[in-house]
């Protein structure tokens, strides 16, 4: 059981980058799914998640609007879309995986599967 997440890079302040999370040993499709991030030096946090069967969505008010969460049941893979991006979402951006809750939620402890992370730097 595994999830490998890829897509982050070094990116200019207002341009965009996607982020991926393949999962491997299981499917997508009956859990809920989230992305978390960890800026330096602070604590990791929420940024999007989704519930079982999508029965739920939800962003932190900083990327509302400007990141789109969503999966591919088929290729066993989620999404973050970054867009619109400030030199503070600079951060190790990680996938998760609950495999108990419906509801999805940013309590890390809920979350029973993790990516290693991908870094995302905005910067000129």
């Known amino acids: 059981v595994q999830l490998q997440a890829s897509g982050g890079g070094l990116v200019q302040p207002g341009g965009s980058l996607r982020l991926s999370c393949t999962a491997s040993?299981?499917?997508?499709?009956?859990?809920?799914i989230a992305w978390f991030r960890q800026a330096p030096g602070k604590e990791r946090e929420g940024v999007g998640c989704i519930g079982s069967g999508n029965s739920n969505t939800l962003y932190t008010d900083d990327v509302k609007g400007r990141f789109t969460i969503s999966r591919d049941n088929a290729k066993k893979t989620m999404y973050l879309q970054l867009n619109r991006l400030k030199p503070n979402d600079t951060a190790v951006y990680y996938c998760a995986v609950d495999q108990s809750y419906y509801f999805c939620s940013f309590y890390q402890y809920d979350y029973d599967y993790w990516g290693r992370g991908t870094q995302v730097t905005v910067s000129s």
């Open positions: 040993g299981f499917t997508l499709d009956d859990y809920a």
